[in-house]
């Protein structure tokens, strides 16, 4: 089932998601439902708090990315209960979108690489170290379970010039291609 993506100005982008163990409710068909909500959308990325859901859950598939990448063609994970451990290298621009803010893009700063320790869809935990654009995605879902956007990321000064379609998304006066649930309307 397609779930309606929140969109930016609703507080549940803004909290800091719990973690969850195997007993936590229908677990499988969310992550079915999220996974068909990103690949609706067209995502690469999905965070449980986008759905509503403040869990420390997110998605990936970066397979979009394979002509950058070859390794991502088969780049395909479930994070649960993430921790980034470590995050290290010289910071690199990149340009982020987020299907929470629909049209717009910005250029992010984030160090290229990190270590990160999660539970799998199996509840196995692993720690891994990812690079390049694989750390990135992971890098931006994993701050949407800590309650951080991108746009927090970015210069005062940039903020301010993006105001108004900050404003537009608040109010839901957007019109993205797939569903969403917006801040200021019904
Ligand atoms: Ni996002």
């Not at 649960?80 to 990149?94: D, R, S, V």
Request: a negative charge; hydrophobic letters at 40%.
């Amino acid at each position: 089932m397609i779930l309606p993506i929140v969109g930016y100005g609703n507080p549940v982008l803004k909290k800091k998601a719990g973690e969850i163990d195997q007993s936590y409710p229908n677990l499988k068909e969310l992550i079915d439902d999220m996974w068909e909500t990103m690949y609706n959308a067209s995502g690469v990325g999905l965070a449980a708090p986008q759905v509503g859901k403040s869990i420390r859950l997110f998605m990936i598939d970066a397979s979009p990315f394979e002509d950058e990448e070859p390794d991502l063609k088969d780049f395909k994970k479930i994070f649960i209960n993430a921790q980034i451990l470590e995050e290290t290298g010289e910071e690199w621009l990149f340009n982020e979108g987020c299907l929470s803010f629909p049209d717009l893009r910005e250029d992010v700063m984030r160090k290229p690489k990190i270590r990160i320790s999660y539970q799998d869809e199996n509840f196995e935990t692993r720690e891994e170290e990812f690079e390049g654009i694989a750390a990135r995605i992971i890098q931006h879902e994993y701050d949407h379970i800590d309650g951080v956007v991108f746009v927090d990321r970015i210069s005062p000064l940039k903020r301010r010039l993006i105001k108004n379609k900050l404003t537009n998304i608040i109010k839901g006066t957007v019109n993205p291609a797939y569903k969403m649930k917006f801040a200021q309307r019904k």
